[in-house]
């Protein structure tokens, strides 16, 4: 049964084949700006290595401190990985605050499933689990945004609760009641 967990070292090789996948869908590429695209940038050259992989688990870790230094514009986050045994099959990432672009674009809640993973629910189990904890940050509802044209985020959303308020450029806007766990759809 998959589990939500902070990041760790057991599942470096899944990991880095999911990244492998990313990338080969377009991810990592100078103009993506994403979570996983900035990850993979910044580290997929090195991921190979255990000691550069464990130093890179323990930095995201490390992102949920208010005291971490972050770059301009970011707030803190907890990333949480979505794992079966040994086996990384997404993740995502619960930003504390909001900030002007966060509210526009990107939203409390960040989630990501590897392409092999995609289409079992894996998406809407994972950000069910994430409400809870979202809840116990302060942060209750959620803003989840997702491209308008991406249906399967849509459907993951709407799931867990998630009510539109609007559209911003390409963005939906929803707000998920954190506080208590939704029944699944």
Same mark, same amino acid.
């Given at each position: 049964m998959p589990e939500l967990v902070p990041p760790t070292p057991s599942v470096h090789r899944s990991y880095v084949a999911a990244m492998e996948? +990313? %990338? %080969?869908?377009? %991810?990592? !590429?100078p103009d993506d700006d994403s979570r996983i695209g900035r990850e993979i940038g910044a580290n997929a050259? *090195? #991921?190979? *290595?255990?000691? $550069? +992989?464990? &130093? +890179?688990? #323990? /930095?995201? =870790?490390?992102?949920?401190?208010e005291a971490t230094p972050r770059?301009?514009? +970011?707030?803190? /986050?907890?990333?949480? #990985? #979505? $794992?079966?045994? *040994?086996?990384?099959? !997404?993740?995502l990432s619960i930003r504390h605050r909001l900030t002007p672009w966060l509210r526009d674009v990107g939203g409390h809640i960040g989630y990501d $499933? =590897?392409? /092999?993973? =995609? &289409? &079992?629910?894996?998406g809407t189990a994972m950000l069910r689990a994430a409400l809870p904890l979202a809840a116990e940050l302060g942060i209750d509802p959620a803003l989840i945004t997702c491209d308008e044209d991406n249906v399967g985020s849509r @459907?993951?959303?709407?799931?867990?609760?998630? $009510?539109?308020?609007? &559209? @911003?450029g390409v963005k939906l806007r929803?707000?998920?009641?954190a506080g208590h766990r939704q029944a699944s759809h």
């Open positions: 996948e +990313f %990338r %080969r869908e377009g %991810r990592g !590429g050259a *090195d #991921w190979s *290595d255990p000691e $550069v +992989f464990d &130093r +890179f688990v #323990w /930095s995201l =870790r490390a992102q949920s401190l770059p301009e514009g +970011f707030v803190p /986050s907890t990333a949480l #990985w #979505w $794992v079966e045994g *040994d086996e990384f099959l !997404g993740g $499933v =590897r392409p /092999s993973a =995609r &289409r &079992r629910g894996h @459907r993951v959303i709407e799931a867990n609760g998630g $009510v539109l308020e609007d &559209r @911003r929803y707000w998920v009641p």
